[in-house]
C-alpha cells in the first residue's frame, strides 16, 4: 500500500466512521487536497483489490471499510492461495480413489 492509498483509507475509516457511510470522491480529494477524481478512483480501487474496502449498497459513498477479520484473506499471497487450492484438489481426488 502506498503512503496515498493509505491516507485515503485512514479518511475512508474516519469518515464512515462519523456518519455511517463512505465519503464521495470529491469528499476525498478536499479533505486530502487531490486535485483529480480520477486519481482518488484509482486509490479506492487499489484499496478494494488489496481488501480493504468494498463496495457499498448505495451509490453514493460507495466505498466503505473491510471489518478486521475479514482482511487477512486480502494479506495472502495469491501464490499462496493457489497452492492451498491444488493441495484441497488433490486431498479431494486422492480421497474418491480410496
Known amino acids: 500500500m502506498t503512503s496515498q492509498q493509505k ?3 485512514d479518511f475512508v ?5 462519523e456518519h455511517g457511510r463512505g465519503p464521495t470522491h470529491q469528499a476525498i480529494c478536499d479533505a486530502l ?4 477524481k480520477g ?7 487499489a484499496l478494494v483489490d488489496y481488501g480493504f474496502l468494498r463496495r457499498g449498497p448505495d ?6 471499510p473491510v471489518e478486521a477479520g475479514h482482511q487477512a484473506l486480502a494479506n495472502v499471497a495469491t501464490s499462496d492461495l493457489l497452492a492451498e487450492l491444488q493441495r484441497r484438489e488433490s486431498l479431494t481426488a486422492s480421497g ?3
Open 96 to 98: 474418491a480413489r480410496s
Open 59 to 64: 451509490r453514493s459513498g460507495a466505498y466503505v
Open 13 to 17: 475509516r474516519a469518515y464512515h466512521a
Open 7 to 9: 491516507r485515503v483509507l
Open 39 to 45: 486519481n482518488v478512483a484509482a486509490r479506492l480501487r
Open 33 to 36: 487536497g487531490i486535485k483529480s
